[in-house]
Every structure is written in C-alpha cells, then in structure tokens.
Antibody, heavy 126, light 112 residues
Framework: QVQLQQSGPGLVKPSQTLSLTCVIS??????????WNWIRQSPSRGLEWLGRTYYRSKWYNDYAVSVKSRITINPDTFKNQFSLQLNSVTPEDTAVYYC????????????????WGQGTLVIVSS | DIVMTQTPLSLSVTPGQPASISCKSS???????????LYWYLQKAGQSPQLLIY???TRFSGVPNRFSGSGSGTDFTLKISRVEAEDIGVYYCMQSIQLPRTFGQGTRLDIK
C-alpha cells in the first residue's frame, strides 16, 4: 500500500523559499509507471496543479506556467522522496500543499492522483 | 488552460435519494488514443481529496457501486444512486488530457 508522508515548515516569510518534502513508501520515485506531483489548494484559487517529476529512462519535469519561474521539483532516489521548492513567495502562495502520485496500470489505464499526502498548510507571512 | 465548470456548486440531498453533479470542460477531453481523461474526486472535511472515478466511468478500487460516472467529449456527470451520510464532502472533476491539470470549482454535498 502506497503512502505519501509530507514534511516541511508551515510558516514562510515573504520573499523567502517554501520547501516541502514527500516521502514515498510502497512505491519507488524512480518507477517508470508513476509520476509525482505537487498540488495546492486555497480558497481563492481552488485546487491548483503545480508540477510533477517522473522517470522514463531519464528524469523529466513539468511545471505550471503560473509558477514556472519560481518552482523546482526534485526527486531523491536515495531517500525515495521528492521535494518542492517555491522561491520568492508572497502571501498569495498561502495554501494547503499536497503531494500526489499518478500511476499507469499495466493495461494502460491512467490513475491520476490515486494517492495523496496528508497536506501541509503553508502560511506566507512576516 | 482547459476550464472545468461544475454545477451545481452545492447540493443538499435526503439520505437514500439520488444526486447528480455536472462537469463541463472548455475543450474535448477525448484523446487521440481514444481515451477520455476525466476524473472525479471527493474531499471529505479535513482530508485530502480521494480518487473516485477515472477515465470518465471506471470506479477506483474500493469505491461503492452507488457511484457512477458518464459522459463524453466536454460533458460529464457523476451520479450517486442513493446518497449515504458518508458521502458528504466536496466533489471535484479534473481533466488530464493536457497540462496543466485543471480542476472544477467543486460541488459541496450535504445531507438534508
């Protein structure tokens, strides 16, 4: 059974960097049948996909245009986890942040966000 | 970006009665691989969203068969045949035919 366990600070000052980690158990960050996503949720923006990392003979990343200049998602194969870094944060980045898995089944079915982390409320405030 | 529009935004249903949520996308979700990439999630109070339905109509593991999904192209529907108390929460549709993944605004279901 896959579990995603998030960690990271709940308070970040404006202009600083938001950093979160998602530890994977029951699957591998290097799986060629999975992708690893960050999603956030706020009252003003609803559920917003931020980006993903995945391995298909090499590592790939995709990012939402809205955060592309500020975001980095990195896999860590040794610790079997992946991380989110969001630079130059403002109060508009205040949200609950989730990590989530995509899984491609052997018959070709795509399970989008079939497992989620517990969520981390990050408040951007001085 | 593909815009996902849900109606209604809130729904109050008597236990045992049916419920229906509509989701419309601004572009067709039918891929050239002939699959349609429309998903439904339920977020219960204080919890992360959970996958209910994938690729329009397939129930995810453990999802009761009172939940069903249908639709094609740009118009989709989630139906609950007989609402139970444990079904309360906010329902979201989402598209994954293209990046960025986008969600509907959510439909809040409560019990009368």
């Amino acid at each position: 059974q896959v579990q995603l366990q998030q960690s990271g600070p709940g308070l970040v000052k404006p202009s600083q960097t938001l950093s979160l980690t998602c530890v994977i158990s029951g699957d591998s960050v290097s799986s060629n049948r999975a992708a690893w996503n960050w999603i956030r949720q706020s009252p003003s923006r609803g559920l917003e996909w931020l980006g993903r990392t995945y391995y298909r003979s090499k590592w790939y990343n995709d990012y939402a245009v809205s955060v592309k200049s500020r975001i980095t998602i990195n896999p860590d194969t040794f610790k079997n986890q992946f991380s989110l870094q969001l630079n130059s944060v403002t109060p508009e980045d205040t949200a609950v942040y989730y990590c989530a898995r995509d899984q491609l089944l052997f018959f070709g079915e795509l399970l989008q966000f079939d497992n989620w982390g517990q969520g981390t409320l990050v408040i951007v405030s001085s | 970006d593909i815009v996902m529009t849900q109606t209604p935004l809130s729904l109050s249903v008597t236990p045992g009665q049916p419920a229906s949520i509509s989701c419309k996308s601004s572009q067709s979700l039918l891929h050239s691989d002939r699959k349609t990439y429309l998903y439904w999630y339920l977020q219960k109070a204080g919890q992360s969203p959970q996958l209910l339905i994938y690729e329009v109509s397939t129930r995810f593991s453990g999802v009761p068969n009172r939940f069903s999904g249908s639709g094609s192209g740009t118009d989709f529907t989630l139906k609950i045949s007989r609402v139970e108390a444990e079904d309360i929460g906010v329902y979201y549709c989402m598209q994954s035919i293209q990046l960025p993944r986008t969600f509907g605004q959510g439909t809040r279901l409560d019990i009368k």
